[in-house]
């Protein structure tokens, strides 16, 4: 994968995470409003689905290259962490839990793809660097 690539799959994660705050938060806001059909329309269990799976499968893209190219283990752990919170803010039967949760989740998962992306940056500019002095 091109480092151009790398990089916009890092971007593409963090719009995905964004996307799922939003989502998330819409609920409320939309049963305090009283707007319960929109509200059905949001709250299809595939629609999570999609977001969920999504998450995981730009995360795991994103992540795996990372690693390879910073080795910091920190940003792997920081998505793990941040999935984990995501997957079981759906499983609770609270919803305001729910939804903090969630939120907490996509949270962690946009930093830690924000932070991937600078590190990434900043490898290919150092390997950059090094090619240009020799």
């Known amino acids: 994968m091109t480092k151009k690539k ?12 964004v996307i799922c705050i939003l989502h998330c938060l819409a609920m409320p806001v939309l049963l305090i ?34 690693f390879i190219r910073h080795r910091q283990h920190f940003v792997p752990v920081l998505f793990i962490a941040g999935f ?27 930093y830690a793809h924000y932070h991937n992306f600078l590190l990434k940056k900043e490898q290919s500019t150092t390997y950059r660097t090094v090619l240009n002095k020799k």
Do not use: P
């Open 6 to 17: 790398t990089l916009i799959i890092d971007k593409v994660g963090m719009c995905t995470s």
């Open 33 to 66: 409003l009283g707007l319960d059909s929109l509200l059905l329309i949001l709250d299809q269990e595939w629609v999570e689905l999609t977001i969920i799976l999504l998450a995981l499968t730009i995360g795991v893209s994103a992540f795996g290259s990372g």
């Open 84 to 110: 984990l919170l995501l997957v079981n803010g759906e499983s609770v039967e609270n919803a305001w839990l729910k939804v903090g949760l969630s939120v907490a989740g996509a949270m962690v998962i946009a």
